[in-house]
Nanobody, 116 residues
Framework: QVQLVESGGGLAQPGGSLRLSCAASGFTVSSYAMSWARQAPGKGLEWVSGIYSDSSDTYYADSVKGRFTISRDNAKNTVYLQMNSLSPEDTALYYC?????????WGQGTQVTVSS
């Protein structure tokens, strides 16, 4: 049974950092592309970042490029999203998803709130 469980969200101050984790079970993350997406209050779902089975291939939305870093720990079967220089515009529910372009499994999301 495939499961994706996000964690690491919370309240951060502008300019601060958070690291989100996505623990996977039921499949091996190293064999699949993985993505992060977010949904801000009152807005649609926005793709944030993706990592392909070759970890050297990573992709970012323009809105987070240079501030966010996606990575993977194959031993822990976990995907991470390191978020630096956070701004209130980054406030959203963040989701982990299996796949890129098309997604077949999603986590339940973890809330990130950036506020002073």
């Amino acid at each position: 049974q495939v499961q994706l469980v996000e964690s690491g969200g919370g309240l951060a101050q502008p300019g601060g950092s958070l690291r989100l984790s996505c623990a996977a079970s039921g499949f091996t993350v190293s064999s699949y592309a993985m993505s992060w997406a977010r949904q801000a209050p009152g807005k649609g779902l926005e793709w944030v970042s993706g990592i392909y089975s070759d970890s050297s291939d990573t992709y970012y939305a323009d809105s987070v490029k240079g501030r966010f870093t996606i990575s993977r720990d194959n031993a822990k079967n976990t995907v991470y999203l390191q978020m630096n220089s956070l701004s209130p515009e980054d406030t959203a529910l963040y989701y982990c998803a299996k796949g890129a372009v098309t997604y077949d499994y999603w986590g339940q999301g973890t809330q990130v709130t950036v506020s002073s």
